[in-house]
């Protein structure tokens, strides 16, 4: 199975209009604000001593971080942009990138061969993913932490899209980070709150741990507050 040609051209279209600028794609926070956090929920589950996949790692930024804390960091995208951008942003190669479609689930396979069983980094993949390919991104998930990894997953709520409605519309239009994820005809916030745990499970993973958070925006409403959208974690393992 492979992903539609409207999604991958959306996204390899917006990666190669943004620039190099750390920040400028909308939802690239700092780790300090993300992975920084996320990892904090994960390691009561997990050792750190397997690689880590982050998927959908877009420019690298979080995976540059996660290079620090596990032995070897692995960022993947659909986009052959957004893999461009995170090596340029890691000239000192602290962590590896590669295009993968997740929804390829021989190329996914072929990279748990590749790495073994693996810990998952995965914010907000899903809740912009076209519904076909929502189930077989879960999958990838499972494939990839096999036996004995274990996968942290963020994704955005319904109230999100609330959120993003209202800075759509605010006077003035869209601020420029949102206004350049709606002109490439992405869509955030399309899964159902329930749809996230229906579809790991679904995919054979047995959720751990899980609850509400904010992923952290690099744009601001119109009086100066950053940008916060509602979300939801997961903490996942194998069922075999």
Same mark, same amino acid.
């Given at each position: 199975?492979?992903? &539609?040609? %409207?999604?991958?051209?959306?996204?390899?279209?917006?990666? &190669?209009?943004? &620039?190099?600028?750390?920040?400028?794609?909308?939802?690239?926070?700092?780790?300090?604000?993300?992975?920084?956090? *996320?990892?904090?929920?994960?390691?009561?589950?997990?050792? @750190? &001593?397997?690689?880590?996949?982050?998927?959908?790692?877009?420019?690298?930024? !979080? /995976?540059?971080?996660?290079?620090?804390?596990?032995?070897?960091?692995?960022? #993947?995208?659909?986009? *052959?942009?957004?893999?461009?951008?995170? @090596?340029?942003?890691?000239?000192?190669?602290?962590?590896?990138?590669?295009?993968?479609?997740?929804?390829?689930?021989?190329?996914?396979?072929?990279?748990?061969? %590749?790495?073994?069983?693996?810990?998952?980094?995965? =914010?907000? #993949?899903?809740?912009?993913?076209?519904?076909?390919?929502?189930?077989?991104?879960?999958?990838?998930?499972?494939?990839?932490?096999?036996?004995?990894? @274990?996968?942290?997953?963020?994704?955005?709520?319904?109230?999100? =899209?609330? #959120?993003? $409605?209202?800075?759509?519309?605010?006077?003035?239009?869209?601020?420029?980070?949102?206004?350049?994820?709606?002109?490439?005809?992405? %869509?955030?916030?399309?899964?159902?709150?329930?749809?996230?745990?229906?579809?790991?499970?679904?995919?054979?993973?047995?959720?751990?741990?899980?609850? $509400?958070?904010?992923?952290? !925006? /690099?744009?601001?409403?119109?009086?100066?507050?950053?940008?916060?959208?509602?979300?939801?974690?997961?903490?996942?393992? $194998? @069922?075999?």
């Amino acid at each position: 199975m492979s992903v &539609s040609d %409207r999604y991958k051209n959306a996204w390899e279209s917006y990666w &190669s209009d943004v &620039s190099d600028t750390p920040g400028e794609a909308m939802w690239d926070a700092d780790p300090e604000l993300s992975a920084v956090p *996320h990892l904090a929920l994960l390691e009561p589950y997990t050792d @750190r &001593s397997r690689p880590v996949v982050d998927l959908g790692c877009g420019n690298g930024t !979080q /995976t540059r971080y996660l290079a620090t804390r596990y032995p070897r960091a692995v960022g #993947v995208d659909l986009s *052959h942009a957004a893999v461009a951008h995170a @090596r340029r942003a890691d000239p000192a190669r602290t962590a590896e990138f590669e295009q993968l479609n997740l929804a390829d689930a021989a190329a996914v396979r072929a990279l748990h061969e %590749r790495l073994g069983d693996a810990d998952v980094y995965m =914010r907000a #993949v899903i809740h912009q993913s076209d519904p076909p390919d929502r189930a077989p991104v879960a999958a990838a998930v499972a494939t990839l932490i096999g036996r004995t990894g @274990r996968a942290f997953v963020a994704e955005l709520t319904h109230a999100s =899209r609330t #959120v993003i $409605g209202e800075v759509a519309k605010a006077p003035g239009g869209p601020p420029p980070k949102l206004e350049a994820v709606l002109a490439h005809g992405l %869509r955030p916030a399309e899964a159902e709150d329930r749809e996230v745990a229906d579809l790991l499970e679904g995919a054979g993973l047995e959720i751990l741990a899980q609850g $509400g958070t904010t992923l952290p !925006q /690099t744009e601001f409403h119109p009086d100066g507050r950053r940008i916060d959208l509602p979300a939801e974690w997961f903490v996942a393992r $194998g @069922r075999g």
